[in-house]
């Protein structure tokens, strides 16, 4: 029989060899991960239920590098969508079954440390992460319409934009008079400035 992937001494272990440290955000990241694949019934996320997890993380920060190491969910599969929104919160979906979970980090007092004193071995830290899941956790069933386009595997479309030439992949294309634009083209806007346009 296969080992329980899901060992928290096993997960703590691979997060701190991918992110390079067991910070306090890791640690928070491993439990969030544990509590919310035991809830949507996934017990092997990196071996035979590899193909029936996503999750939406809530944060770009430690805990998102620990998420992915537990459940070896990845932008680049696809398996993993980044929505910053600031907050320690995960979302995790059991694609065969539908059943989804958002696990987030209770509001008490003494999270602030999470924020403040994410120094490995702080005393005050180490005694806020011994706090159960309960005290530490909030778990709500939630529902998340995914659409097809959002989905692991070949893009459904793919499009060159008018005024770049770039392709736009997976319907993230605008159309505008009847032409299609990449969004940055489409809004005039970007994240970042030519230098020699």
Not at 8 to 28: I, N, P, T, V, Y
Not at 49 to 75: H, Q, W, Y
Not at 121 to 148: C, G, H, M, Q, W
């Amino acid at each position: 029989m296969k080992e329980n992937s899901l060992d928290l001494d096993k997960c703590l272990e691979e997060a701190r060899l991918f992110h390079g440290s067991l910070c306090a955000g890791a640690r928070m990241g491993v439990r969030m991960s544990i509590l919310g694949l035991n809830a949507i019934g996934i017990s092997d996320p990196k071996g035979k239920d590899r193909k029936n997890i996503m999750v939406f993380v809530e944060m770009d920060r430690c805990a998102a590098d620990a998420i992915l190491s537990v459940t070896g969910c990845r932008p680049g599969k696809r398996t993993m969508k980044i929505m910053d929104y600031g907050k320690m919160a995960a979302t995790f979906i059991n694609l065969k079954t539908g059943k989804a979970v958002r696990v987030a980090e209770r509001n008490n007092d003494g999270n602030e440390l999470i924020t403040r004193e994410m120094i490995q071995n702080n005393p005050r830290t180490l005694d806020y992460l011994n706090r159960t899941d309960d005290e530490l956790f909030a778990v709500s069933e939630v529902k998340v319409e995914i659409s097809p386009e959002d989905m692991p595997g070949s893009p459904l479309k793919s499009v060159p934009c008018a005024i770049c030439g770039e392709r736009v992949l997976d319907m993230r294309d605008v159309t505008v008079d009847g032409k299609y634009l990449c969004r940055p083209c489409a809004e005039g806007k970007r994240y970042y400035q030519p230098v020699n346009p």
